[in-house]
């Protein structure tokens, strides 16, 4: 499972640290994302990171966010600086995880509960 933490209310220009961790009998992870979704919108992908670090972000957060992992943690982090209204959303972490269940193994995207970011202007 994933259990993300970190969201808040903030003043525009401020900045927030979203953090997600991944538990249970993991077997390997592959990529992580955090995934926004604002009221009466589309849940979006907001920034990625691979195995390898290799990372990913949607336009309108390039150089203001930032995604990072720790691989021995099992953990997934997503900086986020120079908040903007628009960013205010409900933010979900999602990994692809390689488990173990009844002595079998299985792959399938696993997704957080999902943390409330709210930007004051």
């Known amino acids: 499972q994933l259990q993300a933490s970190g969201g808040g209310l903030v003043q525009a220009g401020g900045s927030l640290r979203l953090s997600c961790a991944a538990s249970?009998?993991?077997?390997?992870?592959?990529?992580m994302d955090w995934y926004h979704q604002a009221p009466g919108k589309s849940r979006e992908l907001v920034a990625s990171?691979?195995?390898?670090?290799?990372?990913n972000y949607v336009d309108s957060v390039k150089g203001r966010f930032t995604i990072s992992r720790d691989n021995a943690k099992n953990t997934v982090s997503l900086q986020m600086n120079s908040l903007k209204p628009e960013d205010t959303a409900v933010y979900y972490c999602?990994?692809?995880?390689?488990?173990?269940?009844?002595?079998?193994?299985?792959?399938?995207?696993?997704w957080g509960q999902g943390t409330q970011v709210t930007v004051s202007s």
């Open positions: 249970g009998s993991i077997r390997r992870l592959f990529a």
């Open positions: 999602a990994a692809d995880i390689e488990y173990m269940s009844g002595g079998y193994y299985y792959r399938k995207t696993h």
């Open positions: 990171i691979t195995s390898g670090g290799s990372t």
